[in-house]
Nanobody, 114 residues
Framework: QVQLVESGGGLVQAGGSLRLSCAAS????????VGWYRQTPGKQRELVVV??????NDAEFAKDRFTISRDNAKNTVYLQMSSLKPEDTAVYYC?????????WGQGTQVTVSS
């Protein structure tokens, strides 16, 4: 059974950085499509960045601040976040797709204090 497990969330001051990790287990398959989404209470889950076959598509708020990368040997995807703002506070979810199946992690809380 495929599982995505996120880690690396926490509390950080505005202007700081965090790196989130997402490790895939239960499969040796390297997903062509991986990404990160986020959600705050009362709002829909929104795209942060998705990478498909090496091409990244990121939200406007993520440009120049957030970077997705991966280590295929570890089957792990990362989200490097810098210049964090209080409005980046959310639960961040890892996402992977192997058509037609989609997988989600359990989420990791990121809180940015002002």
């Amino acid at each position: 059974q495929v599982q995505l497990v996120e880690s690396g969330g926490g509390l950080v001051q505005a202007g700081g950085s965090l790196r989130l990790s997402c490790a895939a287990s239960g499969t040796a398959y390297i997903f062509a499509t991986v990404g990160w989404y986020r959600q705050t209470p009362g709002k829909q889950r929104e795209l942060v960045v998705v990478s498909s076959s090496g091409t990244a598509n990121d939200a406007e708020f993520a440009k120049d601040r957030f970077t997705i990368s991966r280590d295929n040997a570890k089957n792990t995807v990362y989200l490097q976040m810098s210049s964090l703002k209080p409005e980046d506070t959310a639960v961040y979810y890892c996402y992977a797709k192997r058509w037609p199946l989609e997988y989600w992690g359990q989420g990791t809380q990121v809180t940015v204090s002002s």
